[in-house]
């Protein structure tokens, strides 16, 4: 392994933000999060497949009387998120490196305010239904670690992932779509002011080549 990836899965190891297989607290915060792992029982707002965790980095910032985790199963992106947030002095955000397919040992049923499913991999092979993050098993998980009425959001360049997702939604019974948007950057509609106010890292690559960002707010209850 390369020195550099090797001594960042060594700072990983001894950083208390960051929670991963192999330390004391994995799979055993269920339930706790807020007041155990934060410094203030704020609540709380998960980022699936986060990457180097600009988004979560960025939440965080802008909210400081909520707690924020990004969820990346790549211990080297969480180091950056991670790095951010401690240059940043930021308190209320941490990282959990684990698949999200995990998440229902990690949380306690109704533990989340909020998720964020931010560019997922689109899995477009038939055969890969199952493992896109918006796929029904995907949603019932995210429903039982939500607190009822907890908001979901999704923002994806790809057309594919998107309209899949919205014909799944459709299929759910009791799920609302809040906000919609096949533009995110053209709309001037201040309901979309704060959606648009962070990026993470491969929306920039994806706007800086004119795909128009797609994003979708709803609640399974
Ligand atoms: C296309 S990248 C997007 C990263 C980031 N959200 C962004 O927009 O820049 C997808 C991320 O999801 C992570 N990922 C994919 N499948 C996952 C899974 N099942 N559980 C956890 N993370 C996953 C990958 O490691 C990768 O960092």
Redesign the pocket.
């Given at each position: 392994m390369p020195r550099v990836k090797l001594q960042r899965f060594q700072d990983n190891a001894s950083r208390p933000d960051i929670i991963e297989p192999g330390k004391p607290e994995y799979e055993q915060l269920g339930g706790r999060w807020r007041t155990d792992f934060f410094r203030e029982p704020h609540p709380l707002t998960l980022?699936?497949?986060?990457?180097?965790?600009?988004?979560t980095v960025g939440l965080a910032q802008r909210h400081p009387q909520r707690n924020f985790l990004g969820?990346?199963?790549?211990g080297e992106?969480i180091w950056r998120g991670s790095t951010r947030a401690e240059e940043m002095g930021l308190t209320n955000v941490g990282f959990v490196r684990?698949?999200?397919?995990a998440l229902a040992a990690q949380f306690g049923p109704g533990e989340l305010s909020e998720i964020w499913?931010?560019?997922?991999?689109p899995r477009p092979r038939d055969r890969d239904i199952k493992?896109r993050?918006t796929s029904p098993r995907f949603l019932a998980l995210y429903e039982q670690l939500l607190t009822p009425g907890g908001l979901l959001h999704l923002?994806t360049d790809n057309e594919g992932l998107f309209e899949y997702t919205l014909e799944t939604l459709a299929a759910q019974p009791g799920a609302r779509i809040e906000r919609l948007t096949r533009d995110l950057y053209a709309e001037t509609d201040p309901a979309f002011t704060e959606t648009q106010a962070i990026q993470?890292?491969?929306?920039?690559?994806y706007r800086a080549i004119g795909v128009p960002i797609k994003y979708v707010q709803f609640r399974l209850t």
């Open positions: 980022e699936v497949g986060c990457g180097k965790g600009e988004y969820l990346d199963i790549k992106r684990m698949r999200a397919e499913i931010t560019f997922p991999d493992r993050l923002k993470t890292n491969f929306e920039g690559k």
